[in-house]
């Protein structure tokens, strides 16, 4: 992996919906020599623009089309159904898409989900996008089905919305060009993927430096005091008689016994 020389901050695209400010948080304090910025962009310009390098990586819903974009998935979103507050749904905890059937069920082109039959009456006319559809559900036309961040993102003082099943669900995920997975990108992956910060994963760990050897030609190793070779000291003390001298006595002359001498004859 190279590294993002060319680009003064790291660039963090995002859908709406999407909140990544716990991860921007620990890029900070783990990354302040390198500045994060923000960039909310529409669920269907987001891949686009990492395609076309505007952005090092970015938080898209699944699924991603081509295989030049790498993809990492974080969460799967609630699916909800937002309805005025005086709507019959506004009473229930949750509703099933089956009880949609009879009502009118707009579908906006910027749909983050995975539709293969809409429940509903489709209306005549699609929404452009997801805040298009919320202002007319507020005006009395039609409900609408979003993952509950994107709820929460148009709220309004006048719609609430309710859990529904049976329904397909969101899934956001990391995504970031194939081609250009920088050391910068692997950083904030293993950010998202909670590694800590000293982790070394996805970066070449460096060498650890080998153990010097002795050099050729050195002093030898000296022996003990004491030990071979170490002089006269260990032998025995010096003007200390032996045993057998102790025998003979006094150390006079060899061969001379005591009393008198022996006369001639």
Known sequence: MTGSEDSPAFRLAYVPGVTPSKWVRIWNERRPDIPLTLA???ATEIREVLRGGEADAGFVRLPVDGEDLSAIPLYEETTVVVVPKDHLFAAADEVAAAD???ELVLHPLDDPLDWEHPPGRPALERP???AD???LVAAGIGLLIVPQSLARLHHRKDLTYRTITDVPTSRVALSWPQEATTDLVDDFIGIVRGRTVNSTRGRRAEPEPKAKRPEKGGARRQQPAGGKGSGRGTGKTAGKPS??????????PKGTKGGKPRRRP
Request: net charge positive.
């Open 40 to 42: 909310q962009v529409p």
């Open 100 to 102: 949609l059937v009879d």
């Open 128 to 130: 452009a996008t997801t």
């Open 133 to 135: 559809a919320v202002e």
């Open 243 to 252: 045993a057998k001298n102790a025998r003979r006595g006094s150390g006079g």
